[in-house]
């Protein structure tokens, strides 16, 4: 067992180092990743001074509201678009990671090594996403900065970027699964970019037409479209993960908890937390007909901001993507390695391949 784990790491390191210094050699890779970094601030500070403008037009207030809504909206705004950022680059490092070695001829020799399938694809997958996860920890010290304003806390900014990860591992498994499917770079890379609006747009207007459709009828919906739609179909989308995350910043009152309140099977009002009930404590049960005169009631408020009820069921299906994604395309990369479960449990190569 040591052994194999030992030979499946040298595998990685060698197909992953191989990789590395292809894409990181010569200064194309750090001038992109300067230039990245100067327009992100740029935005981020274009965003704080439309801020405070907007603040500034006002009504005279609270300087400490001010400055926490000015950190949350910069928090925000930087969020969303490394959300945006990571959907476009992560399936486009991905989407030639196996079609460009068919194309080139060295993946038939890349297979013959000691090096294991598996090894190859997960060291693909990896290495083109590492300058991805390079780009996303480079902006940490940039979204810290919302801390000098207020309104964010460290945790929040773990919980965004948990997310960010997350999706970069599966829309690069997407762009992997392509790869290893197609022979051409230029049709993987087009499949992909469907696939990706398919799982994550695709998806959502899914959602919403499901939940048009069953409100038609009377509220009895249309044909067999009916109740209120699965909350899974957009757990892939990571718009709506990132909500989440805005609406516990919000503290559970704005735009961006309504929009999770569409989708999440919670109960949320305008944003807020659920309304108060009344719930008997060691005593009889209430009679609807005689409500003032139920002993022992506390009234109970749930208080603080609903949370973390949706972006972690969105990491979860994204890697849970990932994995299955990664076996297809081991599976698709050496067809003489393909697994195959003999009488006794054991792996056996396919037909025409000498045991």
């Not at 598996?118 to 480079?138: C, D, E």
């Not at 699964?177 to 051409?184: D, T």
């Not at 929009?259 to 309304?275: H, Y």
Request: proline residues 5%; contains cysteine; charged residues 15%.
């Amino acid at each position: 067992m040591t052994k194999r784990f030992a030979d499946a790491f040298a595998g990685l390191s060698a197909v992953g180092a191989k990789e590395l210094r292809g894409r990181m050699r010569g200064r194309r890779a750090f001038v992109i990743l300067t230039v990245y970094l100067v327009l992100l601030a740029a935005f981020a500070w274009m965003m704080e001074l439309i801020l405070e403008q907007r603040f500034g037009r006002g009504l005279a207030g609270s300087a400490t509201y001010a400055s926490a809504s000015i950190g949350r909206g910069v928090f925000t705004a930087l969020m969303m678009l490394e959300t945006l950022l990571v959907a476009a680059l992560a399936p486009a490092f991905t989407a030639g990671a196996i079609s460009l070695e068919r194309e080139k001829q060295t993946l038939d020799m890349l297979v013959t090594t000691p090096i294991s399938s598996a090894s190859i694809v997960v060291a693909k997958l990896f290495s083109a996403l590492t300058y991805v996860f390079i780009l996303i920890f480079a902006s940490i010290p940039l979204t810290a900065l919302v801390f000098v304003f207020g309104g964010v806390a460290p945790d929040d900014v773990v919980r965004a970027y948990l997310v960010l990860l997350a999706t970069a591992i599966g829309l690069g498994a997407v762009g992997l699964f392509f790869s290893a499917l197609m022979r051409r770079t230029q049709a993987a890379t087009i499949a992909t970019y469907f696939g990706v609006l398919f799982v994550t747009l695709g998806a959502y207007f899914m959602f919403f037409f499901w939940d048009e459709m069953s409100k038609s009828g009377n509220g009895r919906g249309i044909g067999p479209i009916h109740g209120r739609p699965p909350e899974a179909l957009v757990w892939l989308n990571p718009y709506f993960a990132q909500a989440d995350i805005m609406c516990a910043v919000e503290d559970g009152f704005g735009e961006w908890c309504s929009r999770v309140a569409f989708v999440a099977e919670r109960q949320v009002f305008g944003g807020a937390a659920p309304l108060p009930t009344e719930a008997p404590v060691g005593g009889p049960a209430i009679d609807p007909a005689f409500p003032d005169f139920a002993p022992d009631v506390e009234v109970v408020q749930p208080f603080g901001v609903v949370r973390d009820s949706f972006w972690p069921k969105s990491v979860v299906a994204w890697l849970a993507l990932a994995v299955v994604l990664v076996v297809a395309s081991v599976q698709l990369v050496s067809p003489t390695r393909r697994w195959r479960l003999g009488r006794r449990g054991r792996a056996r190569p396919s037909r025409g391949v000498a045991a």
